[in-house]
């Protein structure tokens, strides 16, 4: 790809990311250039001077050098979720942020020689109603030797099986999402600002879109259902589930869920509804609880894991490439996506 095609793709790309107009990036320019001049950057029809590439970075808040790094990386089968709250333009802002960081990730492993082979176990099952999943869980989690008790930190265990997990700055309409990196790579996206059991939750959810192979006639409203229910099974697999709380329960204390998720990692909305999916509470009590839940839907007061919950990975590969003199200082710098002078003094403190 030439210069001018990089230039003019980059562009478009970072504008996209600041959710930023034709006209809105020319204001924040102060004018130096025209909404015409932008549009034929963009098209590849004209290459910016020293001047504008200066102002067109700081409007977009981006390096210079951004401009000019090849494309590698073309996300795709990306399952959006509460996707018609955020908008189209913060949908394809959380698109470029998401293709920017795995072309930085996929770069360093490059560098480390690091080749990503994810395979997945549960391919070849067919998924039609919610045993199957109880099923596929087992099969996964006894494939993946994960055990059937508490799961440390979910997203460590995932990065572990080749799996991209990215944290992201988003709004609360954010949940997540998950697709594909070159067709190939599995990446899971996760909204940073939630609390820890939802962080869990909504990794082993789109675990699960990534994973679960569902049949035809499985809608896509019964898709998340079972993507819920996949989530809540691999936190705690029916057996365990089973040992908690027995088969059968007229009503569960609000001490009893409260022990269980600072055990587990697992909200007490989502004990509840796997009480209700294994048939050990009533529909009946499962309504009675979301109405009572509903004035507390953050769980405030009522329990937290004390585990931690975040993507490490990238960093330290980044660090160790650093460490090796397998990248410059200066280069790891711009992959972190930070000044020269931050990342000396982070990587000091390593």
Not at 152 to 169: F, H, R
Not at 222 to 246: S, V
Not at 264 to 277: H, L, V
Not at 295 to 319: A, M, P, T
């Amino acid at each position: 790809m030439i210069m001018k095609e990089i230039f003019a793709k980059r562009l478009k790309s970072a504008r996209i990311l600041a959710e930023l107009s034709q006209d809105k990036l020319v204001e924040k320019m102060g004018g130096l250039v025209s909404k015409n001049a932008i549009s034929k950057y963009e098209k590849g029809e004209m290459m910016a001077d020293s001047k504008v590439l200066m102002a067109l970075s700081k409007a977009l808040n981006v390096k210079p050098d951004y401009f000019f790094r090849p494309f590698t990386v073309e996300i795709s089968n990306v399952a959006f979720r509460k996707k018609s709250k955020l908008g189209k333009r913060k949908v394809k802002s959380i698109k470029e942020q998401v293709s920017d960081i795995v072309s930085r990730y996929l770069e360093v492993e490059r560098f480390l020689n690091i080749e990503s082979r994810f395979s997945n176990p549960i391919k070849d099952f067919i998924i039609k109603s919610g045993e199957d999943v109880e099923k596929v869980v087992n099969i996964l989690l006894k494939n993946w030797k994960w055990g059937i008790n508490a799961l440390p930190n979910v997203i460590d265990l995932l990065e572990d099986k080749e799996i991209k997990v990215i944290e992201i700055d988003a709004p609360d309409e954010f949940d997540g999402l998950s697709g594909k990196a070159n067709q190939e790579i599995p990446i899971i996206v996760i909204n940073k600002n939630y609390n820890i059991e939802r962080k869990r939750l909504t990794a082993l959810h789109e675990l699960g879109h990534l994973l679960l192979k569902f049949h035809d006639s499985v809608n896509g409203n019964q898709r998340e259902k079972l993507c819920f229910r996949f989530a809540g099974a691999m936190l705690m697999p029916e057996e365990t589930f089973r040992n908690e709380l027995g088969n059968k329960r007229a009503n569960i204390s609000l001490k009893e869920l409260i022990s269980i998720k600072e055990i587990y990692g697992i909200s007490i909305q989502a004990i509840m509804a796997r009480a209700k999916d294994l048939n050990i509470v009533t529909e009946y009590t499962y309504l009675h609880f979301r109405k009572w839940i509903a004035k507390n839907r953050k769980e405030i007061g009522l329990g937290e894991y004390q585990g931690k919950e975040e993507s490490k990975r990238f960093i330290q590969l980044l660090y160790r490439a650093a460490s090796e003199d397998v990248v410059s200082m200066s280069k790891a710098a711009n992959l972190a996506n930070q000044k020269l002078a931050a990342f000396r003094k982070d990587f000091m403190t390593v």
